[in-house]
């Protein structure tokens, strides 16, 4: 078993089949965790289909860039990415009311660089001591299908 924070083998040559120079284990942390699922996202009243977090997964595989928050989260934030989304899988939940998890594996290059006020070294910390303990998925849609009705969510009729 692979020590916390620290690349597989297997995780390093997919993080450097995105990175745009070759990393070491030493220069990354990586970390993976529940992302999304489908279960009723709570007061929205919108729920992400198994389809679309396989969707999702897939995306992962090909490089999305982590950041520390929403850019729309914090007004004077850049959302500056701080590392890289490597790989995703979706499988089975034992929630209630959900039937499939997205899971993300995201790396980060160790650095004391403020960026925003918060270094790399600093959002790891957090990360290992359990203080940052969960992330959000960025997503949009052009249509919002009722699963009542089947009509476009927003539309008059």
Known sequence: MS?????????????????KRKLSA???????????????I?????????ELLKVMADDADKGV??????SWAQWNSKGIPY????????????KEDETTELHLSRYIVHDDEA?????????????????????SIGWGTDVMVCSICGMNYYSRD
């Open 3 to 19: 020590k916390f924070g620290v690349p597989t083998d297997a995780q390093l040559a997919k993080i450097n089949k995105l990175a």
């Open 42 to 50: 709570p007061g929205r009243y919108m729920r992400l289909s198994p």
């Open 83 to 94: 590392g890289k989304v490597f790989e995703g899988l979706t499988r089975p939940s034992n």
């Open 26 to 40: 030493e220069e990354v942390f990586v970390f993976s965790s529940k992302a999304a699922g489908d279960l009723m």
């Open 115 to 135: 960026i925003d006020g918060i270094s790399a070294n600093a959002l790891i910390k957090k990360i290992e001591t359990g203080v940052l303990s969960d992330t």
């Open 65 to 70: 860039s982590f950041m520390c928050n929403h």
